[in-house]
Nanobody, 111 residues
Framework: VQLVESGGGLVQPGGSLRLSCAASGFTFSSGAMSWYRQAPGKERELVAVMSSAGASTHYVDSVKGRFTISRDNAKNTVYLQMNSLKPEDTAVYYC?????WGQGTQVTVSS
């Protein structure tokens, strides 16, 4: 199982980023996929999760209405669209699926 995130970077408050997580080594369409984040000095937290077929999603309260998780099972990829970013969204963002973690991608929201 391999998960590779991309799309992180530095963005100003109010800006947007789209994270991608490319998966390989398992039947991507058969399981839920999720995004977590870990800010400095804080525990890793679940940000969003999507069911295998994409019919069900869940978000942590702090990102509801701003972040959208989606997946393309034909491309074995899960996305996290992040809008209206705030400094408190600064963290390393991780993709998780089938018991495995990606390496993480840094998101920094700062002016």
């Amino acid at each position: 199982v391999q998960l590779v995130e991309s799309g992180g970077g530095l963005v100003q408050p109010g800006g947007s980023l789209r994270l991608s997580c490319a998966a390989s080594g398992f039947t991507f369409s058969s399981g839920a996929m999720s995004w977590y984040r870990q800010a400095p000095g804080k525990e890793r937290e679940l940000v969003a999760v999507m069911s295998s077929a994409g019919a069900s999603t869940h978000y942590v309260d702090s990102v509801k209405g701003r972040f959208t998780i989606s997946r393309d099972n034909a491309k074995n990829t899960v996305y996290l669209q992040m809008n209206s970013l705030k400094p408190e969204d600064t963290a390393v963002y991780y993709c998780r699926g089938f018991g495995s973690w990606g390496q993480g991608t840094q998101v920094t929201v700062s002016s």
